[in-house]
């Protein structure tokens, strides 16, 4: 009888070992996922900066134009140009990082949901009562008062036959 106790404790241990590992794998394998993402969008926020950099050139070319041509024009019309072009080289960038942004905001929403399922999965593994010594003391203790096996299920809110096991290994009945 102890031998079959230690063979079905050894059972669930190396089923929860199984469970672990296999949620380790789970874990890798998303990291290296979420390691793909971050560096697609690390060269996108590079593909900006470098995007950027050639807006900002190119508004240092218009505005040295623009001064060269500032005798044909004037003060309003020269500023109306400089807005203009700053405009039409930010309206990209702006797009560029909401785009970024939701992106961003997905991936963390991804994280966070199959974080609450790993979670939740934990959760669920639970050790058996019968394990625990607390319970074993009051069941045999009940059972030498005389009190039935349902009875004693009922009040430890356990099944019978845990009950009826630990009655065993205990070799009280």
Known sequence: MINLQNFSIEYIVVGMALIILYLLYYVYTKDAQYSRNIRSVASVVEDLNRELF????????????????????????IYQEIERSVYDMVQPISMGIKQLQENMNAIDASI????????????????????????????????????????????????QPEVEFVLKINKIK
């Open 112 to 159: 966070d949901g199959r974080i609450s399922q790993l979670e939740s999965g934990v959760k669920q593994i639970s050790i058996p009562t019968s394990i625990h010594g607390n319970d074993d003391e009051k069941i045999m203790s009940l059972f030498k008062q005389g009190v039935s096996l349902e009875t004693i299920s009922k009040e430890l809110h356990i099944s």
């Open 54 to 77: 050639y807006l900002k050139k190119n508004l240092t070319d218009t505005q040295n134009g623009l001064q060269e041509n500032s005798q044909r024009m004037n003060d309003e019309e």
